[in-house]
């Protein structure tokens, strides 16, 4: 029980929302309190409560628990944010599936025509991508133009 303590909400509702406004770290201990404060109070006020409620065990628990579980969360995307491939192969699927999505729904060509285009110059981009001033090797190259063969082509890599 000690490792979870801070699991389980607060019953209090006040108290949990000054939790998660401290968990976020965007604001001090008096703008989370006023924030959290069902009615306007001033600076003092705010100050003192907020200060008071981070010595309570149950509200340091939660706090602590809330800002773990949020730094996992953002351990867990980091590499998807910052890694241009991995955004790049997303973008490509997401451009892919779309396409197939509006021709089933039976979209106009003209709106298929732009949709195809967006992914294939998108394609094209990805495919000349460097890094390290080393091409990039990508598979989904290959899976375009197979994709392309199939649904007609596109205008660009003709």
Not at 102 to 110: C, I, L, R, V, Y
Not at 136 to 155: L, M, N, P, Q, R
Request: proline share 4%; hydrophobic share 45%; with cysteine.
């Amino acid at each position: 029980m000690a490792g979870d303590s801070g699991a389980t909400p607060l019953t209090d509702k006040r108290l949990e929302a000054f939790c998660k406004l401290i968990a976020l770290e965007e604001k001090s201990q008096a703008a989370a309190w006023t924030e959290s404060a069902p009615t306007q109070i001033t600076f003092e006020s705010a100050s003192n409560g907020g200060s008071r409620a981070m010595r309570r065990k149950n509200v340091a628990d939660r706090i602590a628990w809330l800002r773990k579980e949020r730094a996992a969360a953002q351990a867990a995307t980091q590499p998807i944010q910052n890694d241009p491939l991995i955004i790049m192969a997303t973008v490509s699927e997401v451009l892919k599936k779309a396409y197939i999505a509006a021709k089933e729904e039976g979209f106009p060509a003209a709106k298929l025509a732009m949709v195809r285009k967006a992914w294939s110059m998108h394609v094209g981009r990805f495919s000349a991508m460097k890094v390290n001033h080393k091409p990039v090797a990508v598979s989904s190259g290959i899976e375009a133009t197979s994709f392309w063969d199939k649904i007609g082509g596109c205008e660009c890599h003709k």
